[in-house]
Structures are given as structure tokens and as C-alpha cells.
């Protein structure tokens, strides 16, 4: 494993993350939000690649949300995270739900040099605000695709709407978060996002916003990309 595949992580983060195991699949729980989030997710996915039969790599999969989503709608899902709780999570809930995905802890700069050029698609959420280097792990996703192959992020833009909303009123104000959630300085404006995808070597096909919605806890995909937001890239043939 690279050096960066071992550092690439704030231990913080993961035991953070791993306290949530329990309750991940919880739709009234401390992922409530990511719950509402997902059928969004999914759809801008959905809409954007063919996933019927695709080889699909979900990183940072934490409790198996998305990874499910993925593999219902006929894909082939292998689905990465470092925090083993989240993992033992996921795969019990696999096995209870009988939807087939693959899960490993491991990094994905060491996947890369595992299985380079291996996925048709390529989806990384709410994860790349939680690392020391966003830029390995961009690199290494863009690897790990096919060409032709797409890059599905979401993260979140570093703007006063996005403090307002993504910590004081989702961690502090309505609780929909765990206070601690997000760091303010770790959001990556669209701009960044699409010089590390030009320095990966990939094309930015698109950039769109995703609005979460409490009052009806549901989310949708807007043109507002000041606070939570998506991006599809694509690998050239």
C-alpha cells in the first residue's frame, strides 16, 4: 500500500463515523438526512451512465446507503471504506436485505494500484470534505475507471450559504447532523473540484446542486450549487 493510501484519513473522521454504525440505516436516525439524500444521488447517477450489468465502485460506501441503491438498479457494486464498523454494518444489512454488493476495507490509492482501469463507474459522496488530500483521492478514482468510464462526486462548496445551512442549522440548529459533522475549511468550491478532475485527467461533463429539503425530508437535484453539490466526469476513450 502507497503511503498515501495509508494516510489519506483523519482517524478522528473514521471513529466518528464508526460511533453511527448502529443507527446508519436508520431512517429517523443521525442519517436521516443522508437517507433523503440518496434516492437524489442515485438518480443523478441513473441518468448520467448505464448501470444494468456495469461494474461500479462506490468509495467512502460507509454503512452500504448508496452501495444498495446501486446494485438494485442492476449493477455490479464493489464498495470501499477504511472504518470497519461501517462495514460490518454494511454487510449485515446485505445479508438481511439480499442485495449483493462487495465490500472491503481498503483505501482507494491502494485499489488503484490494485485494479487500474477496472470500473465503468466511479461514485464518491460526501466524502472527498472528510480527507487530508482530495486530490489523491480524485486521482485515484479517475484511474480505476475505464475509459469512457464516469467520476460521480458530491461535496460541499465552501460558501457563507453552505456554513449557514450544512453546520449551523444542520448540526447546531435543527440536529439533523452530529455536531462536529463538517469543518467549514475542508468545502471545496466547484472551481477546485474541476482542476483536480483536469489534473486527474478527466472531463467535467457537469456540476449541479442538491437541495435538502426538511420539511418534507427529501432532496433534489437543482441548478444552486452554493451548498451541497454533484459533479459527473468523464474518462476519455
Same mark, same amino acid.
Given at each position: ?5 495509508? @494516510?489519506? $484519513?483523519?482517524?478522528? /473522521?473514521?471513529?466518528?463515523?464508526? /460511533?453511527?454504525?448502529?443507527r ?16 437524489a ?5 441513473? !441518468? *448520467? ?15 452500504? %446507503? ?24 454494511? *454487510? ?20 488503484? !494500484? ?8 466511479? @461514485?464518491? =459522496?460526501?466524502?472527498? /470534505?472528510h ?10 478514482? &479517475?484511474?480505476? %475507471?475505464?475509459?469512457? +468510464? ?24 435543527? *440536529?439533523?447532523?452530529?455536531? +462536529?459533522t463538517?469543518?467549514? *475549511?475542508? $468545502?471545496?468550491?466547484?472551481?477546485? %473540484?474541476?482542476? %483536480?478532475?483536469? /489534473?486527474? +485527467? ?8 442538491? =437541495? ?5 425530508? &427529501? ?12 459533479a459527473?466526469?468523464?474518462?476519455? !476513450?
Open positions: 500500500m502507497s503511503a498515501t493510501a495509508q @494516510t489519506n $484519513f483523519h482517524q478522528s /473522521e473514521l471513529d466518528k463515523f464508526d /460511533e453511527l454504525a448502529q446508519w440505516w436508520d431512517p429517523s436516525g443521525p442519517q436521516k438526512a443522508l437517507h433523503a439524500l440518496n434516492p444521488r442515485l438518480g443523478y447517477v441513473a !441518468e *448520467r451512465a448505464t448501470l444494468r450489468d456495469a461494474t461500479v465502485l462506490d468509495v467512502g460506501c460507509g454503512g452500504g %446507503l448508496l452501495s444498495e441503491a446501486l446494485a438494485k438498479a442492476g449493477a455490479r457494486v464493489t464498495a470501499i471504506d477504511l472504518a470497519p464498523n461501517l462495514l460490518k454494518v454494511a *454487510r449485515l444489512h446485505g445479508l438481511e436485505s439480499g442485495v449483493k454488493v462487495e465490500y472491503r476495507q481498503l483505501a482507494v490509492e491502494a485499489l488503484a !494500484e490494485e485494479a487500474p482501469a477496472s470500473f465503468d463507474v466511479v @461514485t464518491c =459522496m460526501e466524502m472527498l /470534505e480527507v487530508p488530500d482530495p486530490a489523491s483521492i480524485v486521482r485515484a478514482c &479517475a484511474s480505476l %475507471l475505464k475509459p469512457g +468510464g464516469r467520476l460521480f462526486l458530491s461535496t460541499l462548496n465552501r460558501t457563507p450559504a453552505a456554513f449557514a445551512l450544512a453546520i449551523v442549522g444542520a448540526e447546531y440548529i435543527a *440536529r439533523l447532523l452530529p455536531k +462536529g463538517h469543518q467549514y *475549511r475542508d $468545502f471545496i468550491k466547484p472551481s477546485e %473540484l474541476a482542476r %483536480l478532475l483536469r /489534473e486527474g +485527467g478527466l472531463a467535467l461533463e457537469d456540476v449541479s446542486g442538491l =437541495m435538502y429539503e426538511p420539511w418534507r425530508n &427529501a432532496a433534489r437535484v437543482v441548478r444552486r450549487t452554493d451548498v451541497n453539490y454533484l459527473c466526469a468523464r474518462r476519455p !476513450e
